[in-house]
């Protein structure tokens, strides 16, 4: 059988207990399904989630407040990592942790990254975050630009380390080149590996790959193979899929979401399962068109 760590070092030295939590599909109103949502993000950090995942498009900020509200102040060991480079056009009115009119655009400035860092410190209620992630490369500002935006926040101590997201190799090389890149953030998962490249690289360098969609929504019990070894291992599919996760790169942290207490037990007893060498090879054969 194949052993797995159950921690990662990102960057080389922040550790984080390798299955995270994704904060994205938390709902931020109205009132009853808020104090659900604090409820959820406070028992992932009782089940021991030391790294949750955040970014200022998600509500406009309103999720990193939630979190602040939930967590705040926050466990020794525990790292919230958010995401800038994405604002919103228009007047700057939310309604239901949603934008209520406008719409989403690329923002890699480096005054916009600026002011959106400063934003999410004061949500979060810290001081320096340990993990900041560029949501997207804005395509319509040199890379230099940003990224030399996020070393200066860094080198004034208000920025740990940096991170990426949604990115090719090419990219992935161009942003090393100007400054140490601590983690990737990339859609991936068993059945959608298009960006195995980039996790490639990742591993090489070594560089946290955080996949988000780690699960093929609505789909992994469906496939036959995956629901066989779930049955295998007296586990879910979901449990299956992360676990493979976990077992397919040292450098994998994955960050699965949810709204619901009962999903996240779920997701999280995922790092209890071992795959033999014989049901990995099974796993590794699939792909979305297999």
């Known amino acids: ?61 309103a999720n990193e407040e939630l979190l602040a509200e939930a967590l705040y102040p926050y466990a020794d060991g525990l790292q919230i990592t958010t995401k800038v480079g994405v604002v919103r056009t228009g007047p700057n009115l939310y309604g239901g942790g949603r934008p209520a009119q406008g719409e989403w655009k690329l923002d890699g400035r480096p005054d ?87 996790l490639a690289a990742c591993e090489e360098a070594g560089i946290a790959f955080l996949p988000w969609r780690p699960v093929a929504a609505g789909t992994s019990g469906e496939r036959a193979e995956i629901a066989a070894v779930a049955s295998e291992l007296d586990a879910t599919p979901t449990q299956v899929s992360l676990a493979w996760l976990l077992d ?19 997701n999280l007893a995922a790092t209890t399962l071992t795959l033999t060498p014989p049901q990995r090879s099974r796993l590794d054969t699939l792909t979305n068109q297999g």
Do not use: C, W
């Open 112 to 198: 916009s990254l600026r002011d959106q860092v400063e934003q999410g410190l004061r949500r979060l209620r810290v001081e320096r975050v340990e993990l900041l992630q560029l949501h997207r490369i804005d395509p319509d500002t040199p890379l230099a630009d940003q990224l030399g935006a996020l070393r200066d926040l860094r080198d004034e101590g208000k920025i740990g380390r940096i991170g990426l997201s949604e990115v090719t190799v090419d990219e992935l090389d161009q942003a090393r080149k100007i400054v140490d890149i601590a983690s990737v953030q990339n859609r991936y998962n068993l059945l959608d590996r298009e960006y195995e490249p980039v």
């Open 1 to 61: 059988m194949t052993t797995t760590s159950s921690t990662f070092r990102i960057g080389g030295d922040l550790e984080v207990r390798r299955l995270g939590f994704g904060a994205m599909r938390l709902p931020t109103e109205p009132a009853a399904e808020r104090e659900a949502s604090v409820a959820v993000a406070r028992r992932a950090v009782e089940l021991g989630v030391t790294l949750i995942d955040t970014a200022h498009l998600y509500g406009g900020g």
């Open 248 to 266: 397919h790169s040292p450098v994998i942290v994955p960050i699965p979401g949810t709204a619901q207490i009962a999903h996240l037990e779920e």
